[in-house]
């Protein structure tokens, strides 16, 4: 029960050798690959997370084979006679008329188109939340910061995924999205009309769109999206799964399941997963495109969403002030392209993040092991602030909905939106701090006093005292197990090399401070505090 845990010296060598060094021991290139059947696999129901992202992209892609059968990716016009009757005789393309025939005419259709649009969200919101627990617990760092790396590239494919597949049917609502991507394309300074073109084909709305998207969405995107997945599962072979702390659990073994039998319930979860997918395909309604309309450009669709995974860059652009400046004699459309930036940086700082707390731990170890995200206060604060970002954006993307069902202004929606996106996350990051602070404190209490049992016991010069019983040993080593950093140290006056610390040395202290110094985590208790203090509290 150490208090702290110094970090290992730096690597040194030329910068080749230090990369050539790094790209080995993240990829396994040095060293034998270990065979999957004599992997054993942690039974923790958090690991379940990726599962469900697999196995919800593996109704996508069958859901989506079925679904290419009948679709016609055609901005072609013609005039829709099929059974649905109110859109009879009106003039639609021939992907918004295949949309329809499969919902209404072809057996099970609407059931598979549904099952579709539903496994995407949940292969987005499973990824995302995988993701998030690999974050808090820290399982991006060394070796696995390119596993992190990947995740976060898949994310973002699966996101664009989304994005082309939602557009793809040439409804109101997807063409009122297009017309989004259509301005924000257009702010974006010297390439953005040339971006513009050859995503549309020419002119708002083209005639190439609805082609190009759809050879994205069939063929490109889950192309890098399987590529991706097997370099990732190759990694995770090479460098073997992580794991919560626990009794017998160290940074050089594995506790969990075999191969075989992990199998086996895998097979059975990719049933439940598909079971759960087609059931709220069955028995809730999504994206119906016959109430929505054929997309006309003169027309926007009222109340119109994106998808939640979507709705933070929505979000941003509805509560961005209309702002364009001059420049050089071109008009900047600030209104659209600083919430483009704006989402494009927060989504960096979330794949860039491994990096940054390498740099400032200076902790070249591997790590098998999983924190609780309570022993590392500063991260799951910068955590739940990122989160806190992405929850305020998205409820500024429904501020017409949230006006008109709570009947105030959608002025003054807005103008809570702009000032949460600038609050929230500060409070969300001081009392997340907080809350970890205090479960940090609470766990060495227990450590240190035991477990209250409720018996009063009378001392002989009259004092009351509750009588403490030790925790188990189980407890005790996960309350006790964990690492505690110590801030990087200056050298007094000048570095050994006798020039000034750089403002690059003194950034990567100050922050090293920031994330460990004084007041960001409570000390565990010693061996000896341990002894004398649950010696006190024995009846």
């Not at 059975?268 to 054929?294: E, H, R």
């Amino acid at each position: 029960m150490g208090n702290d845990s110094r970090p290992a010296e730096p690597e040194r060598g030329s910068g080749g050798e230090r990369l050539v060094t790094w790209a080995a021991s993240r990829t396994g290139l040095r060293g034998p690959a270990g065979s999957v059947r004599r992997m054993v696999f942690p039974d923790h129901w958090s690991f379940l997370l990726g599962e469900i992202a697999l196995y919800s992209l593996l109704v996508l892609l069958v859901t989506g084979v079925y679904l290419s059968l009948y679709f016609h990716p055609s901005a072609d016009l013609l005039v829709y006679d099929g059974r649905y009757a109110p859109l009879r005789g009106q003039l639609v393309s021939r992907a918004f008329d295949s949309t329809l025939h499969l919902s209404f005419d072809v057996r099970g259709g609407l059931l598979i188109r549904q099952a579709h649009h539903w496994a995407a969200l949940v292969f987005v919101a499973a990824l995302f939340t995988h993701l998030m627990r690999a974050f808090f617990t820290g399982a991006f760092r060394k070796p696995r910061e390119l596993n992190w790396v990947l995740g976060f590239v898949l994310l973002v494919l699966a996101m664009f995924a989304g994005l082309t597949g939602y557009d793809l049917p040439d409804d109101l609502l997807s063409g009122t999205g297009l017309r989004v991507v259509h301005g924000t394309l257009l702010s974006i300074p010297v390439v953005g009309t040339y971006l513009s073109f050859l995503l549309f084909g020419g002119e708002f709305p083209g005639d190439d769109l609805i082609a190009r998207f759809n050879t994205l969405h069939t063929l490109v995107i889950p192309a890098l999206i399987v590529a991706v997945l097997a370099a990732r599962a190759a990694l995770a072979v090479r460098h073997r799964p992580t794991q919560y702390p626990g009794p017998g659990r160290t940074e050089n073994n594995v506790v969990g399941l075999p191969f075989t039998v992990r199998a086996v319930k895998s097979g059975g979860y990719l049933c439940l997963v598909s079971g759960v997918i087609f059931l709220m395909a069955a028995v809730a309604q999504i994206n119906p495109v016959w109430d929505y309309g054929p997309f006309r450009p003169d027309q926007v669709a009222a109340g119109s969403q994106p998808d939640w995974y979507m709705g933070v860059a929505d979000g941003l652009l509805r509560v961005m002030p209309g702002w364009e400046t001059d420049l050089w004699g071109h008009t900047l459309a600030l209104d659209n392209f600083l919430p483009l930036l704006a989402g494009l940086l927060l989504f960096l700082a979330m794949g860039a993040y491994p990096f940054l707390e390498a740099w400032v731990t200076d902790d070249d170890r591997d790590h098998h092991l999983l924190d609780r995200p309570r022993n590392r206060p500063v991260r799951t604060a910068l955590g739940v602030a990122w989160l806190s970002v992405y929850a305020v954006a998205l409820a500024g993307a429904a501020n017409d909905v949230i006006a008109t069902r709570l009947h105030v202004s959608v002025n003054s929606v807005t103008w809570t939106v702009r000032v949460g996106l600038f609050l929230v996350p500060v409070l969300a990051f001081v009392l997340t701090k907080r809350l970890a602070l205090a479960l940090q404190r609470r766990d060495r209490d227990q450590v240190l006093h035991g477990r209250e049992t409720g018996v009063i016991k009378r001392l002989p010069h009259g004092e009351y005292v509750e009588v403490h019983e030790p925790l188990d040993p189980a407890r005790l080593h996960t309350l006790t197990t964990h690492q505690q950093y110590r801030p990087l140290q200056a050298p007094p006056g000048r570095d050994p090399d006798g020039s000034a610390p750089t403002r690059v040395r003194r950034l990567r202290l100050a922050l090293s401070r920031a994330f460990y110094g004084p007041g960001t985590q409570i000390p565990k208790p010693s061996p000896s505090e341990h002894r004398e203090l649950t010696a006190r509290h024995r009846p």
